[in-house]
């Protein structure tokens, strides 16, 4: 079992900044694909950024390519997810999830936290 805890969400404006963090504990993920996805009202889920927890490969959708960064520190086992810029569409259910397959699914969820983006 992997346990996953993000942090970090809450209100801003258009063109604000945002860090997410995913604190993640549990079973060893040294192998893992991790990553968040995000759900905005209305809408399915669907996949924002994904990173290699060992190498750091990189991976985004593009919609947020250029805007957002994803980042681990393994020594603290969290990762996090930079927002730049962001917009009123960024608004959303933010998770973080573990051993992602592809850009669809994963084996493990947080919670969730919302970030909300004001126009």
């Known amino acids: 079992q992997v346990q996953l805890v993000e942090s970090g969400g809450g209100l801003v404006q258009a063109g604000d900044s945002l860090r997410l963090s995913c604190a993640a504990s549990g079973r060893t993920f040294s192998s893992y694909v991790m990553g968040w996805f995000r759900q905005a009202p209305g809408k399915e889920r669907e996949f924002v950024a994904r990173?290699?927890?060992?190498?750091?490969?990189?991976y985004y959708a593009d919609s947020v390519k250029g805007r957002f960064t994803i980042s681990r520190d393994n020594a603290k086992n969290t990762m996090y997810l930079q927002m730049n810029s962001l917009k009123p569409e960024d608004t959303a259910v933010y998770y973080c999830?573990?051993?992602?397959?592809?850009?669809?699914?994963?084996?493990?969820w947080g919670q969730g936290t919302q970030v909300t983006v004001s126009s």
């Open positions: 990173i290699r927890w060992s190498g750091g490969n990189t």
């Open positions: 999830a573990a051993n992602i397959r592809g850009t669809s699914g994963a084996d493990y």
